[in-house]
């Protein structure tokens, strides 16, 4: 989760026009000037070389901004070498070789999610790219003569753009604006969806997720980076929990309790006991309202496109997010790293409601800003039924769950965390951080390192974890400005024996 912005203006109010965007990107932040625009990019280190941004041609006419993740760079990267061209490092170095090779069309090559900003100094255009579901962020501004494209609306309204210039880029679209005029010349449509249905049966669908799930974590494996899942007692993020243990990845999985079935997730933590780290918590009301005032003040304020059953409008109203957060802060403590979410609508009929309101902006948009006819209905999303079925998954037929995150929250002292299938621990070895010294014991299998301010101070940043692949995930920062904490002196606590952090 990286953020970028780009502007054909000076930006010398960056700590002010980056103040939402930057938290995506924490890692790094490059601010550059080229052929008149300023380019800022926030890194978020996931797979690959750490490459900061942005992308620039050999030539320096092409330049391009990339928030997202590209599944098959390595083996466009292979492509490419084939070509003459070098390996790449980092899967957003795949972006101007396809570009290259396939010009606007080149978001049909790339299987991940992104969004992606091209501007193309030789052609004068500029080419604004969104995957198929539009899941990563994406914004454009047009007004006399000025452009600018960010992760985030908030940064273009920091930038002095009024709302009504400001305008998101939809999920499946490629739009291009010419540099000249300043102008929109054309949008095009990254995939073409084929509406027929005529499966007589959810194997192909079965065997699809489970390539996809595989696709999306074998990155993630071969660097070693932790992942986690919010578990449910329903049936998108089981299906999520099943296929990772069918693929046999090594994952965290956190789950609220409030109106879940306790043995059901008692069940599924059995299930994938191997594979999976269950952590089920009960929150108290104190770090509920915590969670709910650190998002108040830090996250993006997006108002929703459609309309949900509670009423709900704005992500800082959704006691969903709040929860989220606060599983999210659960996981960062655990060295866990990249989440996995999914949601899904099965409609009897596509075509009556394509391109799809529900799925590609309105409700569906919005659960990913948090993270076949007669076969395809006969059971309650029949095709993650026919997969539990097969796999011998937990669930409850025919019965739909959501995500009550504000319930049943009790008034204990601190939450309550249950946790099965504890990862054992992995020594991590000695980190590099400046102003800081490792303390590490030799513990047989390698060396078991903690890392401290030299000083002997409190760090004014510390996210840094030892996740169950031994490697380092977060920051340590001594002696600086920042103070970037997983545990707030004045926020949310971790549970007892749920967190390393201090509580209150």
Same mark, same amino acid.
């Given at each position: 989760?990286?953020?970028?912005?780009?502007?054909?203006?000076?930006?010398?109010?960056?700590?002010?026009?980056?103040?939402?965007?930057?938290?995506?990107?924490?890692?790094?932040?490059?601010?550059?000037?080229?052929?008149?625009?300023?380019?800022?990019?926030?890194?978020?280190?996931?797979? %690959?070389?750490?490459?900061?941004?942005?992308?620039? /041609?050999?030539?320096?006419?092409?330049?391009?901004?990339?928030?997202?993740?590209?599944?098959?760079?390595?083996?466009?990267?292979?492509?490419?070498?084939?070509?003459?061209?070098?390996?790449?490092?980092?899967? %957003?170095?795949?972006?101007?070789?396809?570009?290259?090779?396939?010009? =606007?069309?080149?978001?049909?090559?790339?299987?991940?999610?992104?969004?992606?900003?091209?501007?193309?100094?030789?052609?004068?255009?500029?080419?604004?790219?969104? *995957?198929?579901?539009?899941?990563?962020?994406?914004?454009?501004?047009?007004?006399?003569?000025?452009?600018?494209?960010?992760?985030?609306?908030?940064?273009?309204?920091?930038?002095?753009?009024?709302?009504?210039?400001?305008?998101?880029?939809?999920?499946?679209?490629?739009?291009?604006?010419?540099?000249?005029?300043?102008?929109?010349?054309?949008?095009?449509?990254?995939?073409?969806?084929?509406?027929?249905?005529?499966?007589?049966?959810?194997?192909?669908?079965?065997?699809?997720?489970?390539?996809?799930?595989?696709?999306?974590?074998?990155?993630? =494996?071969?660097?070693?980076?932790?992942?986690?899942?919010?578990? &449910? /007692?329903?049936?998108?993020?089981?299906?999520?929990?099943?296929?990772?243990?069918?693929?046999?990845?090594?994952?965290?999985?956190?789950?609220?309790?409030?109106?879940?079935?306790?043995?059901?997730?008692?069940?599924?933590?059995?299930?994938?006991?191997?594979?999976?780290?269950?952590?089920?918590?009960?929150?108290? *009301?104190? *770090?509920?309202?915590?969670?709910?005032?650190?998002?108040? =003040?830090?996250?993006?304020?997006?108002?929703?496109?459609?309309?949900?059953?509670?009423?709900?409008?704005?992500?800082?109203? !959704?006691?969903?997010?709040?929860?989220? &957060?606060?599983?999210?802060?659960?996981?960062?403590?655990?060295?866990?790293?990249?989440?996995?979410?999914?949601?899904?609508?099965?409609?009897?009929?596509?075509?009556?409601?394509?391109?799809?309101?529900?799925?590609?902006?309105?409700?569906?948009?919005?659960?990913?800003?948090?993270?076949?006819? =007669?076969?395809?209905?006969?059971?309650?999303?029949?095709?993650?039924?026919?997969?539990?079925? %097969?796999?011998?998954?937990?669930?409850?037929?025919?019965?739909?769950?959501?995500?009550?995150?504000?319930?049943?929250?009790?008034?204990? *002292?601190?939450?309550?965390?249950?946790?099965?299938?504890?990862?054992?621990?992995?020594?991590? %070895?000695?980190?590099?951080?400046?102003?800081?010294?490792?303390?590490?014991?030799?513990?047989?299998?390698?060396?078991?390192?903690?890392?401290?301010?030299?000083?002997?101070?409190?760090?004014?940043? !510390?996210?840094?974890?030892?996740?169950?692949?031994?490697?380092?995930?977060?920051?340590?920062?001594?002696?600086?400005? /920042?103070?970037?904490?997983?545990?707030?002196?004045?926020?949310?606590?971790?549970?007892?024996?749920?967190?390393?952090?201090?509580?209150?």
């Amino acid at each position: 989760m990286c953020s970028f912005l780009a502007a054909n203006q000076l930006i010398t109010n960056l700590a002010f026009v980056n103040f939402f965007l930057q938290p995506r990107g924490p890692d790094v932040t490059t601010h550059v000037r080229l052929h008149g625009f300023d380019f800022v990019h926030n890194l978020l280190h996931m797979t %690959g070389e750490r490459r900061p941004q942005p992308f620039v /041609s050999s030539d320096g006419r092409i330049v391009a901004l990339f928030n997202g993740e590209i599944y098959n760079w390595r083996r466009l990267s292979e492509e490419a070498q084939s070509r003459g061209l070098p390996a790449f490092q980092s899967d %957003g170095e795949a972006i101007l070789p396809t570009y290259a090779m396939a010009g =606007e069309s080149f978001p049909l090559a790339l299987h991940g999610e992104f969004a992606i900003a091209i501007f193309d100094f030789e052609s004068r255009k500029a080419v604004f790219a969104m *995957d198929a579901f539009g899941t990563k962020p994406l914004w454009y501004a047009l007004s006399g003569g000025k452009l600018a494209v960010a992760s985030y609306k908030s940064g273009l309204l920091r930038l002095g753009f009024l709302s009504k210039d400001i305008h998101m880029v939809g999920p499946n679209r490629v739009l291009t604006i010419s540099l000249e005029t300043f102008s929109i010349v054309k949008q095009t449509a990254v995939f073409e969806f084929d509406l027929r249905q005529f499966k007589t049966s959810t194997e192909d669908f079965i065997h699809a997720f489970n390539e996809a799930v595989q696709l999306r974590t074998q990155d993630l =494996e071969q660097t070693g980076r932790p992942l986690f899942i919010g578990l &449910s /007692s329903g049936f998108d993020s089981g299906a999520i929990h099943a296929s990772l243990h069918q693929n046999s990845v090594r994952h965290h999985a956190f789950a609220l309790l409030a109106e879940e079935m306790p043995q059901m997730l008692h069940d599924r933590a059995m299930f994938a006991k191997s594979t999976s780290e269950v952590s089920v918590v009960l929150m108290n *009301d104190w *770090d509920f309202e915590q969670e709910r005032e650190w998002l108040s =003040e830090r996250a993006e304020p997006f108002n929703y496109l459609g309309r949900n059953l509670t009423g709900q409008i704005n992500v800082l109203d !959704d006691y969903a997010a709040i929860g989220l &957060s606060y599983i999210v802060r659960l996981s960062r403590d655990r060295g866990a790293l990249c989440y996995l979410s999914g949601t899904g609508l099965f409609p009897e009929n596509l075509s009556t409601i394509f391109p799809w309101g529900e799925f590609f902006l309105s409700t569906q948009r919005d659960y990913l800003h948090k993270e076949e006819h =007669e076969v395809k209905n006969r059971e309650y999303k029949s095709p993650l039924h026919d997969a539990f079925v %097969g796999w011998g998954y937990p669930f409850e037929r025919r019965k739909k769950t959501g995500f009550a995150a504000r319930a049943n929250l009790v008034s204990d *002292d601190y939450s309550i965390l249950w946790r099965y299938n504890t990862h054992p621990p992995v020594p991590c %070895g000695p980190h590099v951080a400046p102003n800081t010294i490792s303390l590490c014991t030799d513990m047989g299998q390698g060396l078991a390192c903690e890392v401290k301010c030299s000083d002997d101070q409190p760090p004014s940043t !510390d996210t840094l974890r030892c996740g169950h692949r031994g490697l380092w995930v977060g920051h340590i920062e001594c002696g600086g400005n /920042s103070s970037a904490t997983l545990w707030p002196k004045n926020g949310p606590a971790p549970p007892p024996g749920g967190g390393t952090g201090l509580g209150r």
